[in-house]
């Protein structure tokens, strides 16, 4: 049984920062792709960050150079680092693992930034 469990959230200052974690088992998290994902009340759920197997990147134009992914496999852990956090980033963080046909998320994690 897969489970992603995510770590983190909390309510911030704009400006501040946070760090963002989901811890993966059941699932062979080296191969897995994992993503960040982010739903604004009101507001489609949307990819934040993504992180491959061979560790390559990909992230939301609203994101670049404020927030880092990045994966421990040693763990089965993946991270969000967020950086000079804006109002517009509040929202529920999702985690999301995909590995051939398997496709789990986690609960969600609150992230609020205040003006």
């Known amino acids: 049984q897969v489970q992603l469990v995510e770590s983190g959230g909390g309510l911030v200052q704009a400006g501040g920062s946070l760090r963002l974690s989901c811890a993966a088992s059941g699932i062979i998290f080296s191969s897995a792709f994992m993503g960040w994902y982010r739903q604004a009340p009101g507001k489609q759920r949307e990819l934040v960050a993504g992180?491959?197997?061979?560790?390559?990147?990909n992230y939301a134009d609203s994101v670049k150079g404020r927030f880092t992914i990045s994966r421990n496999n040693a763990k089965n852990t993946v991270y969000l680092q967020m950086n000079s956090l804006k109002p517009e980033d509040t929202g529920v963080y999702y985690c999301?693992?995909?590995?051939?046909?398997?496709?789990?998320w986690g609960q969600g994690t609150q992230v609020t930034v205040s003006s």
């Open positions: 999301r693992a995909v590995l051939s046909r398997y496709d789990h």
């Open positions: 992180i491959g197997s061979a560790s390559n990147t």
